[in-house]
């Protein structure tokens, strides 16, 4: 190992990464935090803003050339001095990635605090391993440590992931406990989109019945579903409703371990985790799950896969509640949606007379069916189910109507990143124009963790908006090549176009000038600001 008193260039290389370590630090671990501690999505951030950004994946090479540079030691006119350049390069990257974050900023919890002791261990050690290995190319080690900070951050979390779950075993502990005292009856549901519509639809529907809880926002894991019966189940609680995500197979059969559904029900399989899960057969397969522990399941026939898991349920002995959004289906309910201008009805029982129900042109049928499903399972009387299917609540984000300054009517489907509701917001929203006279203004940065289909799927989304006169605004980089290829595809010449736009803000100030006082604008999904 060289001298460091001897060798400056190491010297000051160290110095000066120490100093670059803060910002990148603080980038990495805040995207962890947003990507929800889940290792390996660091990583696939950074390839994201390389992918997306030209300047980023430029001045990368820049940070490559010159810490291989600084490596040979003896590469003109700068020598081992080429490592200061890496540092200060990789110090900036990804460029437009901010440091403190606007949507979101870092949250110093304890959790991340473990975290960055992890981090910070693991590049000083892998700093000091790699000065001693590369003598007098020595000054490159801080900035090959650095230029691998996001993979070293998905480490981090590899490391921590068990600790921090065995940390917390304490919190899932005390929740059954807390359902062990109370005695709810539990209502699980899981999808790939509409849980917490449907979960919301169900406490409603319940709530006249009997006292309700239902899981806050999308406390949908395990310490958020802990969280929720430890602060919020009291005694007489007699429904608990539990929304349940997965991030990969298996963690929805923990959660029915943890909190044991006696009534489970699935709104839906889409395309919503085919980035981690790379086909719905394996996302059907997951969310499934939900299903072994449950009594009686509630289930929309509609899906081929859904109607067969529904026979394999009453084979198994479990009480089977079936719901379709087909009129005149052979299902315990059945709600038609209505076409061209036809109300909207729901049969409640096999053999029951159809009620009128009014659904949102911006919503989910099968959300309410499967609610009214659930209801129906819970032993609600189905004449408090109809009534109270005129009045159900929405939810914050999800085709939210409301009215601007302006005038003009904002659909916030914000919270919606799946194919299906974004069209079928784009085509309430598309209704409510023509209805009112004005233009169509879609701002959206379209969809993310699509896997091998969201390329195709948000040219699809584009194509949908030119084809119905839409102006877009397609914000920031993520999606902007597909949506505005789609929107070309179909635009005529008398379509308003498509902008890109880098940030939110300045797309919703050109939004609303363009809608005037009788468009309709649509929020479509909005991304965090670690994507690019």
């Known amino acids: 190992m060289i001298d460091l008193l001897r060798y400056p260039p190491t010297l000051v290389a160290l110095v000066l990464g120490l100093l670059a370590a803060v910002p990148i630090a603080a980038r990495w671990l805040r995207v962890a935090q947003r990507e929800h501690y889940v290792p390996g999505w660091t990583t696939r951030m950074g390839w994201l803003w390389v992918t997306r950004e030209p300047l980023t994946a430029a001045l990368l090479v820049v940070a490559i050339g010159a810490t291989t540079a600084a490596v040979l030691s003896g590469v003109p006119p700068l020598g081992p001095y080429w490592a200061l350049v890496a540092i200060v390069v990789i110090a900036l990257l990804p460029l437009g990635l901010p440091v403190r974050g606007r949507s979101a900023k870092l949250?110093?919890?304890?959790?991340?605090?473990?975290?960055?002791?992890?981090?910070?261990?693991?590049?000083?050690?892998?700093?000091?391993?790699?000065?001693?290995?590369?003598?007098?190319?020595?000054?490159?080690?801080?900035?090959?440590?650095?230029?691998?900070?996001?993979?070293?951050?998905?480490?981090?979390?590899?490391?921590?992931?068990?600790?921090?779950?065995?940390?917390?075993?304490?919190?899932?502990?005390?929740?059954?406990?807390?359902?062990?005292?109370?005695?709810?009856?539990?209502?699980?549901?899981?999808?790939?989109?509409?849980?917490?519509?449907?979960k919301n639809y169900v406490a409603h529907l319940l709530s006249a019945t009997y006292t309700t809880v239902a899981s806050p926002a999308s406390f949908n894991n395990r310490l958020g579903l802990s969280r929720a019966v430890n602060d919020k189940l009291v005694p007489g609680t007699e429904v608990f409703v539990a929304e349940m995500g997965i991030f990969g197979a298996g963690e929805i059969r923990?959660?029915?371990t943890f909190f044991p559904p006696d009534i489970a029900a699935i709104t839906v399989i889409g395309e919503a985790h085919l980035q981690r899960m790379r086909s719905t057969d394996v996302i059907f397969r997951a969310k499934a799950e939900i299903t072994e522990r449950a009594r009686t399941v509630v289930l929309p026939i509609d899906d081929p896969r859904l109607a067969g898991h529904a026979e394999r349920c009453v084979a198994q002995g479990k009480r089977v509640v079936t719901v379709s959004c087909v009129a005149g289906a052979d299902a315990d309910v059945v709600l038609d949606p209505g076409h061209d201008g036809a109300p909207s009805t729901i049969v409640i029982g096999?053999?029951?007379?159809?009620?009128?129900?009014?659904?949102?042109?911006?919503?989910?049928?099968?959300?309410?069916?499967?609610?009214?499903?659930?209801?129906l399972a819970a032993d609600v009387p189905v004449a408090t189910i109809a009534a109270r299917l005129g009045d159900l609540p929405g939810s914050q984000h999800r085709a939210e109507v409301q009215q601007a300054p302006s005038g003009a009517l904002v659909i916030d489907d914000t919270y919606n990143a799946n194919p299906v509701g974004s069209l079928r917001a784009l085509?309430?929203?598309?209704?409510?124009?023509?209805?009112?006279?004005?233009?169509?203004?879609?701002?959206?940065?379209?969809?993310?963790?699509?896997?091998?289909?969201?390329?195709?799927?948000?040219?699809?989304?584009?194509?949908?908006?030119?084809?119905?006169?839409?102006?877009?605004?397609?914000?920031?980089?993520?999606?902007?090549?597909?949506?505005?290829?789609?929107?070309?595809?179909?635009?005529?010449?008398?379509?308003?176009?498509?902008?890109a736009?880098?940030?939110?803000?300045?797309?919703?100030?050109?939004?609303?000038?363009?809608?005037?006082?009788?468009?309709?604008?649509?929020?479509?999904?909005?991304?965090?600001?670690?994507?690019?």
Request: glycine share 10%; aromatic share 4%.
């Open 107 to 198: 949250a110093l919890t304890d959790r991340l605090k473990r975290l960055m002791v992890c981090w910070i261990t693991l590049h000083v050690g892998a700093t000091i391993v790699l000065v001693w290995v590369l003598d007098y190319g020595a000054a490159a080690a801080p900035a090959l440590v650095l230029l691998l900070s996001a993979p070293l951050t998905d480490l981090a979390l590899a490391i921590m992931a068990p600790i921090e779950k065995a940390g917390s075993k304490r919190f899932v502990v005390a929740a059954q406990k807390r359902l062990a005292q109370v005695r709810p009856r539990v209502i699980a549901i899981t999808g790939s989109y509409g849980k917490t519509s449907t």
């Open 254 to 256: 923990e959660l029915s």
């Open 350 to 375: 096999r053999g029951a007379e159809p009620v009128p129900v009014t659904v949102s042109g911006t919503g989910h049928a099968v959300n309410v069916a499967v609610a009214a499903g659930i209801a």
């Open 427 to 499: 085509e309430g929203a598309a209704s409510l124009a023509a209805e009112r006279g004005g233009p169509l203004v879609v701002v959206t940065p379209g969809m993310v963790e699509l896997g091998p289909v969201q390329v195709e799927r948000n040219r699809a989304f584009g194509a949908a908006i030119g084809a119905a006169n839409g102006l877009l605004f397609a914000v920031a980089r993520t999606n902007r090549a597909a949506l505005l290829a789609g929107y070309a595809s179909t635009a005529t010449s008398e379509a308003p176009g498509a902008i």
């Open 501 to 532: 736009v880098d940030r939110r803000e300045a797309a919703v100030a050109r939004a609303v000038e363009a809608a005037g006082d009788r468009g309709v604008i649509l929020y479509e999904n909005d991304l965090p600001d670690h994507y690019p």
